[in-house]
């Protein structure tokens, strides 16, 4: 089932695949299932047509459809300001104060690659390449 972009699986309890929907916690998920008047812990499987519809007209409104991008603007926000957290941001590297030695190698290894400029070729190189066409 597809309800605000998300696929919740059928087979566990209301509570838990309403988890999933970015923006919906634990508080917000029990807040839901109140104000539709379902048990959390029935499963997506055994609720019926006009529950369905009423579930997402809950969700819609419970959450803010622009959280994504209210958060993304205030990372853009952080980085127009050359602040030192937009930096960390801009560089995919934690933002939070965690030590970088040994910890967020998989941060550092998706953006290893990002700023790397093309190879410089040597004079010979390039005298090579024109040779041979």
């Known amino acids: 089932m597809l309800i605000l ?3 919740l699986n059928q087979q566990q309890s209301l509570l838990i695949s309403l988890q999933s929907i970015f923006g919906l916690n634990t508080t917000n998920a029990l807040k839901v299932c109140s104000l539709v008047g379902i048990s959390p812990k ?7 047509v006009n529950q369905l519809n009423k ?3 809950i969700c819609r409104e419970e ?3 622009s959280l994504i991008r209210y958060i993304q603007s205030n990372v853009q926000r952080l980085i127009q300001l050359k602040h030192y957290r937009g930096a960390r941001h801009m560089f995919g590297l934690p933002t939070r104060g965690q ?3 040994t910890n967020a190698q998989t941060s550092k290894k998706t953006k290893k690659y990002a700023f790397r400029s093309a190879p410089k070729l040597s004079e010979k190189s390039k005298n090579r390449k024109q040779n041979r066409n």
């Open 5 to 7: 972009g998300t696929h």
């Open 55 to 57: 579930l997402v007209r």
């Open 99 to 101: 030590r970088t030695r």
């Open 42 to 48: 029935v499963k997506l499987v055994k609720l019926k």
């Open 63 to 65: 959450i803010d459809t």
